[in-house]
């Protein structure tokens, strides 16, 4: 199984300066890491090829520096590495890096199955795996927490719908966008730096791609303009403030409910409402219990 894992290369702060006239970040003025979401992707690619053997291609949309993230990949045990690079692919929205990358994919790679983590933390928007799915044309499923079984051509897993978990089979190729509960990532290690030190990292440029025209690319191509930003301690103090009016007395208006295949315990209690509520629910159970 072709397993091809889509990695990013983020800010490892939150103290990041803005072009106030594009919203893009400046990225040169910074240090890096790899998106952490990416890692459970990468982690649950390595678990797959253990199980059923593959080879895992990495791929990443980002400046010359962004290679360092491809050995920090082979350090756990990726078997190739891809990185798109190009002056003109700077600016890009989440629909243009979707495109970018999906060319890239179809091109040099053979993916049965790839694999995202469910956001990045520069811009959180969520929308690549779906984004992608669309563009190459095949299913596509998110919030994964739980890789079930694998067949040859599909494969069953367990997702987290907010106010359910469900089992699927999805038809492969596919798109895989999972959670941070799948699985923690592995360490790097350093016998696999020293076996993978001299290891070739494929760099694509807008020449190589399907599509040449640089307008479609960037700033030039992407449909997004942001029209105002934000300081993030502001944003963060006007979302705690919302947060707060949406709670009643009783909690989060929104009950959420976990439906459990297996079944539930007779002798068990289930409780619904916000993490307020839950943590004093427990707290008041562990003392009557004389836990605490």
């Known amino acids: 199984m072709n397993i091809t894992v889509c990695i990013k290369q983020v800010p490892d702060s939150t103290e990041v300066k803005v072009k106030e006239n594009t919203g893009t970040l400046i990225r040169d003025e910074i240090s890096s890491q790899i998106n952490p979401y990416d890692l459970y992707a990468l982690e649950t690619a390595l678990q797959i090829k253990e199980s059923v053997s593959g080879k895992i291609s990495v791929i990443t949309l980002g400046e010359e520096h962004s290679h360092q993230i491809i050995k ?32 890239a994919i179809k091109r040099f790679t053979e993916s049965t199955v790839i694999l995202c983590g469910k956001k990045s933390t520069d811009s959180g ?11 190459l044309n095949i299913p596509c499923l998110t919030n994964i927490r739980r890789i079930i079984n694998i067949k040859e051509d599909s494969l069953t897993v367990e997702a987290d719908m907010e106010d359910s978990l469900i089992q699927a089979e999805i038809k492969t190729p596919c798109i895989l966008s999972v959670d941070e509960s ?52 502001n944003f963060s103090e006007k979302t705690k403030a919302l947060n707060e009016k949406k709670l009643s007395p009783e909690g989060s208006p ?33 003392k009557e219990l004389k836990h605490v």
Do not use: C
């Open 182 to 233: 799948i699985a923690e990532p592995r360490l790097l290690s350093f016998r696999k730096k020293l076996q993978t030190n001299d290891r070739e990292i494929k760099r694509i440029y807008l020449e190589e791609l399907e599509d040449k025209n640089e307008y479609n690319y960037g700033l030039k191509g992407s449909p997004t303009n942001i029209s105002k930003l934000y300081p993030a301690e």
């Open 125 to 135: 928007t969520s929308h690549l795996a779906s984004e992608l799915a669309e563009i």
């Open 72 to 103: 920090e990949a082979y350090m756990m045990g990726a078997d190739e590495g891809f990185l798109v690079s190009d002056k003109r692919f700077n600016g890009s929205d989440v629909y243009v890096t979707a495109y970018i990358l999906s060319q």
């Open 254 to 286: 929104l009950q959420l409910k976990r439906i459990f295949p297996e079944g539930v315990d007779s002798g068990k209690e289930i409780w619904s409402g916000a993490s307020i509520g839950l943590a004093e629910n427990i707290y008041t159970k562990l």
